[in-house]
């Protein structure tokens, strides 16, 4: 059973802070994607990597990081986390970018104070 | 450019009817049609997809959902609902002309009275 793993379910952060979020995927897919999701937005895709140690833009780069060192790993950084960013992040991954579907983790929720 | 839009951001149905979720979409070539589910305190998963092979995609849990040219919609429907489809339902649109999006539309959050 294919499986995408967040490192954490909830986690509370105060302003300034550099954050860590972790996604793992055990199917080998070559694509990660992070979103954030945000009621009534849907989800909007901040960065994407096709590759080990390669990563694209998405929608809303703005104030965050990503890092793939290992194909299996793809990590969100917030340098320094704002109360806007509290949110829903869900990390996804893809065998292929177009029109595969996407397998995602359960998400974690951020709440910076 | 390639845009989703789902009509209507909560849809309430009895344990037993019909359920419908309206999705239309944008595009300026073929799409890659999905539709994802996302229960309480989890991620999304796949619900059903289309990719040009048949215009009636069939799903699991009962699911399926209709391609319409056009009308450029891919609405979701379920011919009697339970009380576990009550979740968050996303629309999603992928291009095929080497972009690499997915487009999730807003959701609905569908609730079912028992």
């Known amino acids: 059973d294919v499986k995408v793993t967040q490192s954490s379910r909830y986690l509370v952060k105060r302003t300034g802070e550099k954050v860590f979020l972790e996604c793992v995927q055990d199917?080998?897919?070559?694509?990660m994607f992070w979103y954030r999701q945000d009621p009534g937005l849907g989800l909007r895709l901040i960065y994407f990597?096709?590759?080990?140690?390669?990563?694209e833009k998405g929608d809303i780069p703005e104030g965050y990081s990503v890092s793939r060192e290992k194909k299996e790993r793809f990590s969100l950084i917030l340098e320094s986390a704002s109360t806007n960013q509290t949110s829903m992040y869900l990390c996804?991954?893809?065998?292929?970018?177009?029109?595969?579907?996407?397998?995602f983790g359960p998400g974690t929720r951020l709440t910076v104070t | 450019a390639q845009s989703v839009t789902q009509l209507g951001s909560h849809v309430s149905v009895s344990e037993g009817a019909l359920v419908l979720l309206r999705c239309n979409y944008s595009?300026?070539?073929?799409?890659?049609l999905f539709w994802y589910v996302q229960y309480p305190n989890q991620g999304l998963q796949l619900l059903l997809k289309?990719?040009?092979?048949?215009?009636l995609v069939k799903g699991i849990n009962g699911f399926e959902a209709e391609f319409k040219k056009s009308e450029t919609s891919f609405h979701l429907t379920k011919p009697s609902a339970h009380m576990s489809d009550a979740a968050e339902y996303f629309c999603?649109?992928?291009?095929?002309?080497?972009?690499?999006?997915?487009?999730f539309g807003a959701g609905t959050r569908l609730f079912v009275k028992a």
């Open positions: 996804a991954s893809s065998k292929h970018l177009e029109g595969h579907e996407q397998y």
């Open positions: 199917m080998d897919h070559e694509n």
């Open positions: 990597s096709y590759d080990v140690k390669m990563k």
């Open positions: 595009s300026s070539v073929p799409p890659y």
């Open positions: 289309y990719t040009s092979a048949a215009t």
């Open positions: 999603a649109v992928g291009g095929n002309t080497g972009g690499f999006k997915t487009i």
